[in-house]
């Protein structure tokens, strides 16, 4: 039976004054093309210095900048190399972060993705979700009763927001409720949130019984109010703080 070779990446010369950048265009497109995929290592740097036809160091300007965008991973000793990275949701909740704190991207801005968002995501749970996904919700909701501290508190509420994602059985959602729920982390903090918690417990329970009846509008009405509790506690911290 003949074996099949793999496809070898095949790089053109870069002719411009910012080669790194065009390097990693050329990294990106195979990566779009399947001809690199996870865990491949690329070849040693003098090979692809001459392969681009471009001196070393753009050639190491190009694979930190792969790195540091998470598409690379660079290694050293004698098995070390440039290797194609996995995927890492983190990265996507990193930029998201990093938007917030520059300003580019505002509270309301953020408050209208999530309503959007967990809309969307508690519709499509009331559909797919298993027994399996509603008995841990139930099971991250009881736990969280039995917590005192504030952060074992918030740490359950972000696990339970995980489940209700991935119950869609869409990961993409699983990576927008990780990011939305890790930047509102730093503003639901402050006076009256212990108390904003145990309304946000009951809510959760009254949720997971629609989900269970499989009543998508009132699932949906539920964590509508839901999260508008949270985003005034927001606005009241921020504004306590002084903040815009």
Not at 3 to 9: D, Y
Request: charge should be positive.
């Amino acid at each position: 039976m003949p074996t099949t070779t793999a496809a070898k990446p095949n790089f053109a010369p870069i002719k411009t004054q910012r080669a790194f950048e065009a390097i990693c265009e050329q990294i990106r497109s195979q990566l779009a093309a399947g001809t690199l995929k996870t865990g491949d290592k690329l070849p040693a740097e003098r090979d692809l210095a001459i392969e681009f036809q471009v001196s070393r160091s753009a050639l190491r300007e190009a694979l930190r900048s792969l790195e540091v965008s998470g598409i690379i991973r660079n290694t050293k000793g004698v098995k070390g190399g440039s290797f194609i990275q996995a995927a890492e949701p983190d990265r996507i909740v990193q930029a998201m972060q990093d938007y917030v704190h520059l300003g580019k991207v505002s509270l309301e801005e953020l408050t209208e993705a999530r309503l959007a968002t967990l809309d969307i995501i508690v519709r499509l749970a009331c559909e797919r979700a298993s027994e399996t996904d509603l008995a841990e919700l139930e099971a991250i909701a009881e736990r969280t009763k039995q917590e005192t501290g504030v952060e074992a508190r918030y740490e359950c509420a972000a696990q339970w927001y995980e489940v209700l994602a991935r119950a869609t059985k869409n990961r993409i959602y699983g990576i927008f409720v990780n990011s939305l729920s890790s930047i509102l982390h730093q503003f639901v903090q402050g006076p009256d949130y212990e108390t904003l918690q145990e309304t946000l417990i009951d809510s959760r329970l009254r949720l997971i019984r629609h989900l269970r009846k499989r009543d998508a509008d009132a699932a949906a009405l539920e964590m509508r109010k839901h999260l508008e509790r949270i985003h005034r506690h927001v606005r009241k911290n921020i504004k306590a703080r002084g903040g815009a």
